[in-house]
C-alpha cells in the first residue's frame, strides 16, 4: 500500500459521520447496509449519507453492490486490514511502539 492511499483513507475516517458510517458497516460485516438502514440507524439526512458514503468509496473504504433496486454498501476489509498494515509496519520502524514514561526529575 502507497502513502497515499493511507492518507487518503485516514482522511476519509477523520470526519464524525464517515467514522460513524464505516463503524456501521464493519458491525454489518459481509451483509453489508443500504443506505436508508443506514440513513435510519444514524438519524442522518440520506443526501448527507450519500456524499459520506461516496468520500469512502473514494478513499477505497467501501465497497457497493447493486442488488434489484438496491445498492449494498459494505467495508472494505481488505483495504482496512491494508491501512492498518501500513501503519503498523511503518510505525517506530516495526518495533513496539511504547512511550516511556517521563524520568521523575525529583523537583
Known sequence: MEEK???RALAA??????????RALIVA???GLTPGTMADALAVPQNTLSFH???????GLVTTERASRHIIYRA???HMNAVLTYLTENCCRGAACVVEPAASCGC
Open 76 to 78: 472494505a476489509f481488505d
Open 53 to 59: 458514503l461516496k468520500e469512502l468509496t473514494n478513499a
Open 13 to 22: 475516517l477523520a470526519q464524525p459521520v464517515r467514522l460513524q458510517v464505516f
Open 5 to 7: 492511499d493511507v492518507i
Open 29 to 31: 460485516g459481509s451483509e
